[in-house]
């Protein structure tokens, strides 16, 4: 036991999209792991919002997040004691779409008025603007333009809420980029996830560009690779526990290839996504994508996202990857699943 204080709750966080920690929240293994060294897991985004605003900072000390690049990377730049733990990487349905009255094929970028959000009040809230940029940035690269051959149009932002219930209880709008382009104040829209796809047929709008079809590189974005992060104090006193949360999530990334299904379920669940879109956008691949790694691949699509964040303004000097991440934590992960299942099957 660490001669320092212990927690006895653990915070997770998650967004709304596919993740193996969603997955083993929903099976109930990360409670069940942690109920081992009898510490409580508490959902941030059932908690006030003075708690559940740490998605964003990552000020909690007691906290574990698996959520999208541009927050975990701004929070680290500022100085936030954080430890990369993993990075996931799956396609989320990645598109520029437009009205099709008004632009037919990509090439019809030229001229165009694309919405991009405003910075929110702080940078590490600022995901939805670095998504918008990153997006537009790689399609209008591929028919050979620039910003500067488009004009932008501002999507103001509402309050700035974490996912989940905080969002539903406040009824802030979703999708209010959709609907300034299907209102005719706006031309295109970078979109992801499946239940934007979604919002974008509903709304009459077409796919412009598949940002999806493009090579790995080009895909780079806030979830693509999505890391897994833990505040250091938490690391540093209590290492059990992350390891248990680590392995509780390795798990999960291997019953998702054996239960597709029932993940499709889960991950309707986690997204706000109706089943056909989920299947559509998430279906193939699934295992290897909600396994985190930090193979060398991986790590060197988020350095891509680093040096975008710091071109775009979000951060005002690089992140050092290799002083960042804690490989030993899913090396330790790992192993500790290996004995969990030899346990089970008899052969300890």
Same mark, same amino acid.
């Given at each position: ?37 009898? !510490?409580?897991?508490? $959902? ?110 501002? !999507? ?54 598949? $940002? ?36 509780? !999530? ?30 559509a956008t998430y279906g193939s691949n699934?295992?290897?994508?909600? !396994? ?40 330790a992960g790992a192993a500790a699943l ?11």
């Open positions: 036991m660490s001669a320092n204080p212990s927690p006895n709750k653990v915070w997770y966080t998650r967004c709304q999209v596919p993740t193996a920690s969603g997955i083993a929240l929903d099976l109930g293994w990360l409670s069940e792991r942690l109920s081992a060294f009898d !510490t409580e897991l508490g $959902i941030l985004q059932d908690a006030p919002l003075d708690i559940a605003l740490s998605h964003y900072d990552h000020s909690l000390s007691t906290l574990i997040r698996e959520g999208g690049s541009v927050p975990a990377i701004v929070a680290r730049a500022e100085g936030v004691p954080t430890r990369l733990l993993g990075l996931t990487f799956i396609d989320e349905g990645q598109a520029i779409v437009a009205h099709p009255d008004r632009l037919r094929e990509k090439q019809d970028l030229r001229g165009a008025r694309i919405t991009i959000p405003a910075f929110a009040a702080r940078r590490n809230a600022s995901h939805a603007r670095a998504m918008a940029l990153g997006g537009f940035e790689t399609a209008l690269r591929h028919v050979g333009l620039t910003f500067g051959d488009v004009s932008i149009v501002e !999507t103001p932002l509402a309050q700035t809420v974490p996912p989940g219930r905080l969002r539903r209880d406040l009824k802030i709008k979703d999708w209010p980029s959709l609907e300034q382009v299907a209102s005719g104040e706006a031309d295109a829209a970078y979109i992801k996830g499946a239940a934007a796809r979604e919002a974008a047929q509903r709304l009459g709008l077409a796919t412009l560009v598949d $940002i999806d079809a493009l090579p790995v590189r080009d895909r780079v974005n806030n979830g693509t690779p999505r890391p897994i992060t833990v505040h250091a104090d938490l690391l540093e006193k209590r290492p059990e526990l992350v390891i248990a949360f680590v392995s509780a !999530t390795l798990r999960a990334g291997a019953w998702v290839g054996e239960n597709h299904d029932r993940v499709i379920s889960i991950v309707c669940k986690e997204t706000g996504a109706t089943r056909e879109f989920a299947e699934l295992q290897a994508a909600m !396994t985190p790694s930090l193979g060398h691949e991986r790590l060197d699509l988020l350095d891509i996202q680093i040096d975008r964040l710091a071109r775009h303004g979000f951060i005002d000097s690089k992140v050092n990857i290799e002083d960042w991440i804690a490989p030993e934590i899913l090396i290996k004995g969990e299942v030899s346990v089970e099957n008899g052969n300890c």
